[in-house]
Nanobody, 121 residues
Framework: QVQLVESGGGLVQAGGSLRLSCAASGVTYSFNAMGWYRQGPGKQRELVASITRGGTTDYADAVKGRFTIARDGARNTVWLQMNSLKPEDTAVYYC???????????????WGRGTQVTVSS
């Protein structure tokens, strides 16, 4: 079975940085798109960033200029570098992917279990 495993979450003070990683296993093909969703307390789940196999990226307005997504398509691995973190970034961050198409709307075909990011003020 396909499995996505996130790592890198934790507690950080406002203004700090974290780097999230996601590695896929149980798959031999390259996902067309991979990315990160997050869900904060009392908030709707939202797409944070995505990247296609061809390198096209998309970011939520709230994180533009602060977060950077990158991937190794051949290895189905994706990273999210988060800088200048704000308390509003506190959420569970989920790695997700789609074999074909784009990461839009409710999300992808496969999901990780999530990693907690907590930003203190």
């Amino acid at each position: 079975q396909v499995q996505l495993v996130e790592s890198g979450g934790g507690l950080v003070q406002a203004g700090g940085s974290l780097r999230l990683s996601c590695a896929a296993s149980g798959v031999t093909y390259s996902f067309n798109a991979m990315g990160w969703y997050r869900q904060g307390p009392g908030k709707q789940r939202e797409l944070v960033a995505s990247i296609t196999r061809g390198g096209t990226t998309d970011y939520a307005d709230a994180v533009k200029g602060r977060f950077t997504i990158a991937r190794d398509g051949a290895r189905n691995t994706v990273w999210l570098q988060m800088n200048s973190l704000k308390p509003e970034d506190t959420a569970v961050y989920y790695c997700t992917s789609v074999r074909w198409g784009l990461l839009t709307g409710p999300g992808g075909d496969y999901w990780g279990r999530g990693t907690q990011v907590t930003v203190s003020s």
